[in-house]
T-cell receptor, first 115, second 114 residues
């Protein structure tokens, strides 16, 4: 049962253009969502998050949008840079029930930004 | 540099053997979680330790066990290794439970079971 899904295994964009990475979830109890970035031979690093009480959160070139009715979130990177090339993981958490901070991750999307 | 270090970085074990993976957390981080990441998949939550006690467990059998020590280092032990246990094992530490913003991951330990 894949509660968090990233249906696009890979995405390729030109430098300077917008990258849009998508994520869907099925569990309506999720109330906190995060994006992580992972380079080869490194652990995931936190990128940006959003609480379910918001529908948008912005941090520099990165913006996350949340559509609760569609159970969908997306990460926008504008403008994309070659250094953004990495695997991006969407993760979700139900902070209310257990407070363990357990994160449910999607399968990841490999972003390639071409110079 | 996340301040979370894991060892060993790579190891190969035979089916049926036991393995211990180690993690040194950021100073003062009282919460540590372990994740398993199979090839082509996202990390899956194994369990979390808070103040040296298990506090939350994912869908993993009892042969996966752990310890957290007073100095905030921790171990993941896996008994009776199976071929499907081959994966990247990630340790993540944080100052508080449930705070996704400040979860720091180590680089992981690659385990191959043959």
């Amino acid at each position: 049962d894949q509660q968090v899904k990233q249906n696009s295994p890979s995405l390729s964009v030109q430098e300077g253009r917008i990258s849009i990475l998508n994520c869907d979830y099925t569990n309506s109890m999720f109330d906190y969502f995060l994006w992580y970035k992972k380079y080869p031979a490194e652990g995931p690093t936190f990128l940006i998050s959003i609480s379910s009480i918001k529908d948008k959160n912005e941090d520099g070139r990165f913006t996350v949008f949340l559509n609760k009715s569609a159970k969908h979130l997306s990460l926008h990177i504008v403008p994309s840079q070659p250094g953004d090339s990495a695997v991006y993981f969407c993760a979700a958490s139900d902070t209310g029930s257990s407070n363990t901070g357990k994160l449910i991750f999607g399968q990841g999307t490999t972003l390639q930004v071409k110079p | 540099e996340t301040g979370v270090t894991q060892s060993p970085t790579h190891l190969i074990k035979t089916r049926g053997q036991q393995v211990t993976l180690r993690c040194s957390s950021q100073s003062g981080h009282n919460t540590v979680s372990w994740y398993q990441q199979a090839l082509g998949q996202g990390p899956q939550f194994i369990f979390q330790y808070y103040r040296e006690e298990e506090n939350g467990r994912g869908n993993f059998p009892p042969r996966f066990s752990g310890l957290q020590f007073p100095n905030y280092s921790s171990e993941l032990n896996v008994n009776a290794l199976e071929l499907d246990d081959s994966a990247l094992y990630l340790c993540a530490s944080s100052l508080r439970q449930g705070d996704g913003n400040t979860i720091y991951f180590g680089e992981g330990s690659w385990l191959t079971v043959v």
